[in-house]
T-cell receptor
Framework: NAGVMQNPRHLVRRRGQEARLRCSPM?????VYWYRQLPEEGLKFMVY????????ESGMPKERFSAEFPKEGPSILRIQQVVRGDSAAYFC??????????????FGPGTRLTVT | KQEVTQIPAALSVPEGENLVLNCSFT??????LQWFRQDPGKGLTSLLL?????REQTSGRLNASLDKSSGRSTLYIAASQPGDSATYLC???????????FGKGTTLSVSS
């Protein structure tokens, strides 16, 4: 059973460009979470999605950031008009359906975004 | 607002020592607590998950305890090895069951 897949693993963008980060959850998992790890800071929650629904986006910056988890395909975290402060490691996690579950989140290897 | 603190921020020990990493959280209304390991430039590996109704979990040389009422958890590593060198992260899941709140981690270095 493959783990959580993220691609690309490394992404370099110039200021003003768009960044698209992809996450494929573990097989059988229907819940996806995105976290950001800024240099010298801890991981911070960004958004929680189920298929075709954003459940909790309390950690998402108000502008330039968006996320989706379509019925088919991976979850996408999109950052428009990137700035140097967006340089960070972005981690995706997934969990199985909640009912009766442990709510354990399994993390992918991350995408390291560098904005030049 | 939930806050998670890990002490110490860094720890260096010789191989073979037993050690304890500490985690504290401000809101005891949690669903569970997870300990993770992160190697430099890598993702997170889940080590142990403790449900709020549990007191401890064990896996090999690792033992994690949870005292929800006092807002504390400890990760005990027995007979440390150089391969244990990594950053150890503690995270709590609120009762809403959505966002994990992370501490900043303890960076462990085990010398041979």
């Amino acid at each position: 059973n493959a783990g959580v897949m993220q691609n690309p693993r490394h992404l370099v963008r110039r200021r003003g460009q768009e960044a698209r980060l992809r996450c494929s959850p573990m097989k059988g998992h229907s819940h996806v979470y995105w976290y950001r790890q800024l240099p010298e800071e801890g991981l911070k929650f960004m958004v929680y999605l189920q298929k075709e629904n954003i459940i909790d986006e309390s950690g998402m910056p108000k502008e330039r950031f968006s996320a989706e988890f379509p019925k088919e395909g991976p979850s996408i975290l999109r950052i428009q008009q990137v700035v140097r402060g967006d340089s960070a490691a972005y981690f995706c996690a997934s969990s199985p359906p909640k009912a009766g579950g442990l709510y354990e989140q399994y993390f992918g290897p991350g995408t390291r975004l560098t904005v030049t | 607002k939930q806050e998670v603190t890990q002490i110490p921020a860094a720890l260096s020990v010789p191989e073979g020592e037993n050690l304890v990493l500490n985690c504290s959280f401000t809101d005891s209304a949690i669903y569970n607590l997870q300990w993770f390991r992160q190697d430099p430039g890598k993702g997170l590996t889940s080590l142990l998950l403790i449900q709020s109704s549990q007191r401890e979990q064990t896996s090999g040389r690792l033992n994690a305890s949870l005292d929800k009422s006092s807002g504390r958890s400890t990760l005990y590593i027995a007979a440390s090895q150089p391969g244990d060198s990594a950053t150890y992260l503690c995270a709590v899941l609120g009762q809403a069951g959505t966002a994990l709140i992370f501490g900043k981690g303890t960076t462990l270095s085990v010398s041979s």
